[in-house]
């Protein structure tokens, strides 16, 4: 696990980029995705730091996506 890494997943692209502006400004290595399918590729790469998921993302999706998490970085808390 790697607490520096951060996958940020929102569809609105200014938000992405606010946060992925901020976060790197605070010494965190960020991958922004805007889609589900972008989310699922780099969760299942292993990109096991923390995972940032927009409060605007569908909650089946959010549910499906942190479960896929999970299963994948089980040792993140």
Aim: charged content about 20%.
């Amino acid at each position: 696990m790697d607490r520096d890494r951060v996958l940020s997943f929102s569809s609105d692209q200014k938000s992405l980029a606010e946060r992925e502006v901020a976060l790197c400004n605070n010494g965190f290595f960020v991958v922004s995705v805007a889609s589900e399918a972008q989310a699922r590729f780099e969760i299942v790469m292993g990109l096991c730091g923390a995972f940032l998921i927009c409060h605007r993302i569908d909650p089946l999706v959010t549910q499906e996506l942190a479960t896929l998490f999970k299963q994948n970085c089980p040792h993140v808390l």
